[in-house]
């Protein structure tokens, strides 16, 4: 069985800032987590830009929405941005630490690029579908057949 994950964008989608933390469109994101009924529900967000930030995240945020949105998160695969940069170091052949976060940006501002980069080079995502629930992201569907691999976009504001 293909395994569904779901990843949440932090920022406009289920908080409203990093800083502040509280919590917003909390029935929509449910309706839609009850809906897709994934296997894991994880973390895809600009706003966690290091591992200090993922701590931060886990302590402050985590707890509320959690018990918001009524599923535990699994932040073992949330990746960060110093993350997602060496998943493109490693995949582009480059050297460790090359690339910087302004580089990553310039690359992969728009969202979705981003998540597919890691959707395909991250943590072994081999025969499962990934859903990106994002403030700025097109509803998009993306079939890669080689990996058996789905990765779709869901724009927050479409639920």
Same mark, same amino acid.
Request: with cysteine; charged share 30%; net charge negative.
């Given at each position: 069985?293909?395994?569904?994950?779901?990843?949440?964008?932090?920022?406009?989608?289920? @908080?409203?800032?990093?800083?502040?933390?509280?919590?917003?469109?909390?029935?929509?994101?449910?309706?839609?987590?009850?809906?897709?009924?994934?296997?894991?529900?994880?973390?895809?967000?600009?706003?966690?830009?290091?591992?200090?930030?993922?701590?931060?995240?886990?302590?402050?945020?985590?707890?509320?929405?959690?018990?918001?949105?009524?599923?535990?998160?699994?932040?073992?695969?949330?990746?960060? @941005?110093?993350?997602?940069?060496? @998943?493109?170091?490693?995949?582009?052949?480059?050297?460790?630490?090359?690339?910087?976060?302004?580089?990553?940006?310039?690359?992969?501002?728009?969202?979705?690029?981003?998540?597919?980069?890691?959707?395909?080079?991250?943590?072994?995502?081999?025969?499962?579908?990934?859903?990106?629930?994002?403030?700025?992201?097109?509803?998009?569907?993306?079939?890669?057949?080689?990996?058996?691999? @789905?990765?779709?976009?869901?724009?927050?504001?479409?639920?």
């Amino acid at each position: 069985m293909t395994e569904k994950i779901v990843f949440l964008d932090l920022e406009d989608t289920v @908080i409203d800032t990093f800083a502040d933390g509280n919590l917003v469109r909390t029935a929509a994101v449910r309706r839609f987590l009850a809906q897709e009924r994934p296997q894991r529900v994880a973390l895809f967000s600009y706003a966690l830009w290091d591992e200090r930030d993922r701590r931060n995240c886990e302590r402050r945020l985590v707890p509320g929405l959690q018990e918001s949105l009524g599923v535990a998160l699994d932040l073992t695969i949330s990746p960060t @941005i110093d993350d997602l940069r060496r @998943i493109v170091e490693r995949t582009r052949r480059m050297a460790a630490g090359s690339l910087s976060q302004q580089d990553f940006f310039d690359w992969f501002g728009r969202k979705e690029e981003g998540f597919i980069q890691f959707a395909r080079f991250g943590p072994g995502f081999e025969g499962q579908t990934l859903v990106l629930l994002d403030d700025m992201v097109p509803e998009m569907e993306l079939r890669m057949p080689a990996s058996d691999l @789905i990765v779709r976009t869901v724009p927050v504001q479409s639920l």
